[in-house]
């Protein structure tokens, strides 16, 4: 695992995009063994210069899920807050949509964190079902 991990960090910056979105897509598999470097090459895939189609993998939903797994551990709260936080901010619609599917379980986890993306959903977001969901979870989580 560890040969693994330095090579996806060697490789980050290839040229080649389909390597890139292949590193993207394995990344939830590091998550135990290397959180940080997990979470410092989630990032590096997020940034606005990557295309849509490496950025992606990030917001599927089992590496969703890991990412919000960091969120239940303080060392990693921050970053983890921050990763989420650059999807439902991304400017591709798939991306945010990935992410707000895992909204209840980032409620669950960080309750906060969760009331203040579907705040920005209902106040950025110019799809209608999308502000629509996050409407209806808003005042249930209000309710709770």
């Not at 991306?95 to 209902?122: P, Q």
């Amino acid at each position: 695992l560890q040969v693994a991990m330095n090579r996806c960090e060697e490789l980050k910056n290839s040229s080649n995009e389909c390597l890139q979105i292949c590193i993207a897509r394995n990344l939830k598999y590091f998550r135990k063994k290397f959180p940080e470097r997990t979470l410092d090459l989630m990032e590096f895939f997020l940034k606005d210069d990557k295309r849509k189609n490496v950025r992606r993998p990030i917001a599927k939903e089992d590496s969703v899920e890991c990412i919000v797994s960091f969120l239940e551990d303080k060392k990693w709260m921050k970053k983890a807050e921050g990763i989420i936080w650059k999807l439902m901010t991304d400017h591709d619609d798939i991306i945010r949509l990935a992410t707000l599917d895992k909204i209840e379980k980032i409620l669950r986890v960080s309750r906060e964190l969760g009331t203040e993306i579907l705040d920005l959903v209902i106040k950025r977001n110019s799809h209608s079902k999308m502000v629509e969901r996050a409407r209806s979870l808003l005042a249930r989580s209000k309710a709770q």
